[in-house]
């Protein structure tokens, strides 16, 4: 089972709020992403980082920013929340080799109003 | 069992026949493939992973199968059962150094009693 969590699960806001959404993992991974999930589609990469210091954008364009300051911690901001932001937020973590599989966490579903 | 061909986003199939769920993917430079199982409000879940230098895999009632030549993955599922009932995706690590996986179209595979 991995280990890594997200929160909240769920979040319900309004238009123009910044928010942050956590992801944290306590198996030492040096690779973490995010993924973007529309219900029913398939995981689109927004962000993903190789380390502490070290974030990239991914191949889906998105307006959200992340950091990466402690190896653990991967959190994804959006400075203001519009509609077309609802959405599922997927953050996984792997070891760090290139053919191997990612560890996701639970996901938080993310409503706009 | 049940076989289909290139992707459908449903597949309906009793309970105890096998299931072949197909996913087409993109790269011929891709070299590592996985399939994850995602429940209803869960994040995705590992099942099985093959390298490309093998044409099959087998695991604990699932079997993936892979052939180069036509870009093409099946995941076998044997005596489906209830637990079963979940999206499944394929994805694909991309050669030339890309980062994280690209995920394939879902198939929703419902079981019937």
């Not at chain 2, 891709?30 to 099985?48: R, T, V």
């Not at chain 2, 699932?62 to 009932?85: C, E, M, R, W």
Request: with cysteine; net charge neutral.
């Amino acid at each position: 089972e991995a280990d890594i969590y997200q929160t909240p699960r769920y979040l319900v806001i309004g238009t123009g709020k910044k928010i942050t959404l956590e992801c944290s993992q306590t198996m030492g991974h040096d690779k973490m992403y995010w993924y973007q999930q529309d219900p029913g589609m398939e995981l689109h990469l927004i962000h993903y980082s190789y380390g502490v210091n070290s974030t990239e954008k991914g191949d889906l364009s998105s307006e959200s920013t992340v950091s990466r300051i402690r190896t653990e911690h991967f959190p994804l901001t959006l400075e203001s929340a519009r509609p077309s932001h609802t959405s599922q937020y997927l953050c996984a973590s792997s070891v760090g080799l290139r053919r191997e599989k990612l560890f996701f966490g639970s996901g938080t579903q993310l409503s706009v109003l | 069992g049940e076989s289909v061909g290139l992707h459908l986003p449903t597949l309906s199939v009793q309970e105890g026949d096998n299931s072949i769920i197909n996913c087409a993917y993109s790269n011929s430079a891709s070299d590592y493939f996985i399939w994850y199982k995602q429940e209803s409000g869960k994040g995705p879940q590992f099942i099985i992973d093959i390298r490309s230098n093998m044409d099959k895999r087998q695991g604990q009632r699932v079997t993936v199968l892979l052939n180069k030549t036509v870009k093409h993955l099946s995941l076998q599922i044997a005596a489906t059962q209830p637990g079963d009932s979940a999206v499944y995706f394929c994805a694909e690590n991309k050669g030339g150094g890309a980062d994280g996986l690209t995920f394939g179209k879902g198939t929703h595979l419902i079981i019937q009693p």
